[in-house]
């Protein structure tokens, strides 16, 4: 195949950042996707409704002119979030759902939730809103290895949360594991998942073999081989509980290329054409178009988009770096070469 279409997609997980920052990541995520779910781990963070309207007109200054992206905007869920704020959600078309972020889990979770049963009122009002929550799946217990904080927190957090409130829509965001697979297969229809492109492509060793690789480090951390085959065979099953979410989250080159770098890899730039050559290598590009841009919809209850873009089969370089802030960002996959190319809109 030369070319091929496909309805354009949606990113359901995405990180823009505020600011000067805003700049870059937001352009190249409105080349691509028709809307996304925007992150709100600002610094404060994002936690009212009020908030994430201006954050969502700040976002829409940056949208280059003549692109209709849509910001799909997210609360952050502290263990003071009032339960009235959950009824203000229901009623903002703007506003789509709550991000768990377990205290200390990642990148500007501080102000996360260290005990979930202290937020029961507000799942028990989200439950009854059909308000989606979308999880950061990592205990942070410190006795925990890194690489299995997924696993651990699915068992002890996430499958008790999912009996205790059966109506709330639940995203396990970027899952890792092939015991994530599993577990959101086996789990009702209100439970689905996000997969990013860098943990499609990539097991441990592109951080780690051969040197260490700064900026394939994110979080959940890349795994092992099996795993990212799991998640192959999940995203490209055609399964509907599993949808494209980037998590595309830049930090300049200071932030990454230091004594304790930040979690976090920049994939905006080439996100469908990460996620086609994926699909491609699997002989499954023609489930594509049901990963990146109809499952999430549905999921969303929202209408899938009218318009179309086209990749074409076509060798091109990846820039070392992108302008972010007042410095640089390196995206993933720096300075190689991509079979597929983002052709742009279809006529
Ligand atoms: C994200 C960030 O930098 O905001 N980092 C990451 O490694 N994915 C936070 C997150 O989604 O965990
Ligand atoms: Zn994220």
Redesign the pocket.
Known sequence: MQSFSLIQPDDWHL?LRDGDALAAPVPASARQFARAIV?P?LKPPVTAVAEALAYRARILEAVPVGSSFEPLMTLYLTESTPVSEVARVAAEPSVHAFKLYPAG?????EAGVARIDRIFPVLEAMAYHRVPLLV?GEVVDSEVDIFDRETVFIDTQLAPLVLRFPGLPIVL??ITTEQAVAFVRSAPPNVAATITAHHLLYNRNAMLAGGIRPHYY??PVLKREQHRRALVAAATSGDEKFFLGT?S?P?GISQKEKFCG????FTAHAAIEFYASVFEAAGRLDKLEAFASLNGPKFYRLPVNSSRIRLVKSDWRIPGQYPFADEAVVPLMAGESLGWRFDGPEA
């Not at 930040?262 to 890899?265: S, V």
């Open positions: 990180h992150m781990n889990a990642t990148t500007h979770s950061h965001e970027h994110c979080l998590d989250a930090h930040c979690a976090g890899c």
